[in-house]
């Protein structure tokens, strides 16, 4: 069974930092494109970020390019998002999931594996 879990969400002041992390189990973590997705109340789940299942090839949305670094860690069987200079319009559920990754940061179908999100809520 396949489990991806989302944890490192939080209460943070506009200009600060948060890092999240996402476990997987269940599948072949070390050949999985991994993307990060988030969504704002009333508005449609975004891709953020993607990392290529060898790590070297990421990408970003416009939004959050300079400010967000995705990493993955195959060993720990684990993809990360540092989160920088956080602003206002960065409030939303954050979610991992297996996801093909280019730089268009298409969504992937519900039936890929996603987590059950953490939220994010930056504050002024």
């Known amino acids: 069974q396949v489990q991806v879990v989302e944890s490192g969400g939080g209460l943070v002041q506009t200009g600060g930092s948060l890092k999240l992390s996402c476990s997987v189990s269940g599948l072949t973590f070390e050949y999985s494109n991994m993307g990060w997705f988030r969504q704002a109340p009333g508005k449609e789940r975004e891709g953020v970020s993607c990392?290529?299942?060898?790590?070297?090839?990421?990408y970003y949305a416009d939004s959050v390019k300079g400010r967000f670094t995705i990493s993955r860690d195959n060993a720990k069987n684990t993809v990360y998002l540092q989160m920088n200079s956080l602003q206002l319009e960065d409030t939303a559920m954050y979610y991992c999931a297996t996801s093909p990754c280019s730089q268009s940061l298409v969504v992937p179908p519900k039936y890929n594996y996603w987590g059950q999100g953490t939220q994010v809520t930056v504050s002024s």
């Open positions: 990392i290529t299942w060898t790590g070297k090839t990421t």
